[in-house]
């Protein structure tokens, strides 16, 4: 199974920055999606932004204030985010949907903790 490793969360001010960045061990055929999804206290996990097939969404909630982009040579995403406020609080997760032997399969990352406070 692909592995993923999570990095850049820690602890910030509101209207501060941080970028995360994701990278994947293991091989595989395709990359079909990627994206970074974050879980709050007391939350179910949400998408917080996503790429498919060269298109780029994002949670109503980021938009403006996050982006996310992709190293097409070492098959690596990251997630900039600026301007952070108190709800962007919680534990981020990288995901990747990809092709291996002809079949799709799913790796989560094990979570870094984005924490905004003042």
């Known amino acids: 199974q692909l592995q993923l490793e999570e990095s850049g969360g820690g602890l910030v001010h509101p209207g501060g920055s941080l970028r995360l960045s994701c990278v994947p061990s293991g091989g595989f055929s395709i990359i079909n999606a990627v994206g970074w999804y974050r879980q709050a206290p007391g939350k179910q996990r949400e998408l917080v932004a996503g790429i498919t097939g060269g298109r780029t969404d994002y949670a109503d909630s980021v938009k403006g204030r996050f982006t996310i982009s992709g190293d097409n040579a070492k098959n690596t995403v990251s997630l900039q985010m600026d301007s952070l406020n108190l709800d962007d609080t919680g534990v981020y997760y990288c995901?990747?949907?990809?092709?291996?032997?002809?079949?799709?399969?799913?790796?989560w990352g094990q979570g870094t903790q984005v924490t905004v406070s003042a």
């Open positions: 995901n990747f949907r990809y092709i291996k032997w002809g079949r799709e399969y799913e790796s």
